[in-house]
């Protein structure tokens, strides 16, 4: 859905991207993760062909940001980490306003603003000014504007900033949401915790280069390829060498008390090797998938990437 090659920015006398080149997969929800600096809001602006870079190209839905900046915009959601909002307009006005902006005909603005509206849980403040509402009212209102044209991707630059637990946890919803309808999202935050609730991919940045750019491992029930962590109560020195015998399991490390290991296969593969593994006299005291924590994996990312070498 995003194709990016050798993209480079400066602004006065530093680099903010240095021949960044990238892809962001169709329906997915991509955590653009970094320290301060590293280039992130300027890669989603460039991406929103709000900036103009010095070299380089930037393809969305196969449209070039570049050459066609605003038939990119009909296709696509922005939301700055500054939500743009008008404040003495109402939720109704501002959500009209924004559906007109992005060239939809008068005639779908009403029903455009009431979905908009049941979605994003605004029907009953679409008469308040916007000035009024509070800071999760707000940034639901700024959701809406970008996404009241049904985009196909959408852009979002710290949205959950300031923000309570609660409006966050609606937030996620929201994206999961967004993602079921088919919509892609780039998401850059520096709540690595809040974007491991929905994300399916991380996107990391340093000094204006990508670290790594991949899927995350989020396996459910039909998944073919699941993390799996086995402890015993007994150590057992039979482990090493039955783990090894059985097809479609991969170990990553192994002791005689525990092992870690990948298992290509589906929830039922991973119930019939327990059972397996029972029905062999082995002392299972734990048996349970390892999710990729996104933290974790950042952090993996940065010491594998010195900053020498980034």
Known sequence: MIQISGLTFDYPGHRALDNVSLTVSAGSVTAL????GAGKTTLLRCIAGLETPISGSIYVDGLDVIAKPREVHKVMGYLSDFYGLYRNLTVAQCLSYAAASQGLAESTISNAV????IQLDL???LDRASGSLSRGQRQRV??????IHRPKVVLLDEPASGLDPEAR???????????????TLLVSSHILAELDEYSTHMLSLREGRVLENRPLQRSDSDSETRHIRLQLATPDI???SWLTSRPRITILEIAESHASIILNGNLQDQNALLQSLLADGFSV???SEQKENLQQSYLQ???KNPRELA
């Open 142 to 147: 700024a959701i809406g504007q970008a996404i």
């Open 114 to 117: 009431s979905d908009t509206a």
């Open 301 to 303: 990312s940065i010491s």
């Open 169 to 183: 946890s609606s937030l996620a919803t929201l994206f999961r949401q967004l993602q079921r309808e088919g919509m």
């Open 238 to 240: 039979r482990l090493t």
């Open 285 to 287: 005291a734990a048996f």
């Open 123 to 125: 029907i009953d403040l």
């Open 33 to 36: 993760v970094g320290p301060n």
